[in-house]
């Protein structure tokens, strides 16, 4: 039986740009940018959890759970990340960032769909139309990674998912719609999408 695949929505971050949480804004009036983008991992996901911090209590959406950060050598999202990787370490993990209003559900069927077809599995992201690199908060992090992404880090004194993606030689995912994976970090940025 092979590997199943869970989502991770993360919000453990303090928005400080935008004023205001951007998982619980709504760019349509209706569901929040948490819901939303736990509602697209329920999509491609047989389970999907909700990564944030333990002073951070959201609703979980229905069907989520979530899951607090625990792993105190890491910081800033790799903690979300490598917390739900030790939660349930048999699984590999498709990880979103909640700030990316023009994600579909096709994006990440064809992420999901170059990871399985892959000879074994790798860690996995798209490529930035803006620099090259890889997007990590739009990533396929398999089960077993989490060892090793956690000594880089501890090695390189730094817990950037994009700086491991990079040395780890992530492999990456031409995106067919440039702005999908923009995300809105400011208030100015969402007055300008929601307009």
């Known amino acids: 039986m092979s590997t199943e ?6 919000v453990g971050g303090e928005s400080r740009r935008m004023g205001s949480d951007k998982a619980l804004l709504s760019y349509d009036g209706k569901a929040t940018q948490l819901e939303r983008t736990a509602a697209l991992l329920q999509s491609v996901c047989p389970r999907v ?3 944030q911090r333990e002073e951070q209590p959201f609703p979980t959406p229905e069907g989520t759970e979530a899951i607090f950060d625990h792993v105190e050598e890491a910081r800033g999202p790799l903690r979300g990340i490598l917390s739900a990787m030790h939660a349930h370490p048999d699984a590999h993990w498709l990880v979103l960032a909640c700030d990316l209003p023009n994600l579909t559900s096709a994006a990440l069927e064809k992420l999901i769909g170059e990871f399985q077809a892959a000879p074994t599995s790798e860690l996995t992201a798209y490529r930035s139309t803006h620099d090259g690199l890889p997007e990590p908060l739009c990533a396929l992090y398999p089960s077993g990674s989490d060892a090793g992404l956690l000594e880089l880090s501890k090695e390189l004194g730094k817990s950037c998912p994009r700086k491991l993606l990079i040395i780890k030689e992530a492999a990456l995912v031409d995106q067919d719609d440039p702005r999908c994976l923009d995300n809105i970090n400011t208030a100015e940025e969402f007055k300008e999408l929601t307009q």
Do not use: K, T
Request: hydrophobic share 65%.
């Open 49 to 51: 959890f909700i990564s």
């Open 5 to 10: 695949i869970y989502g991770l929505v993360l």
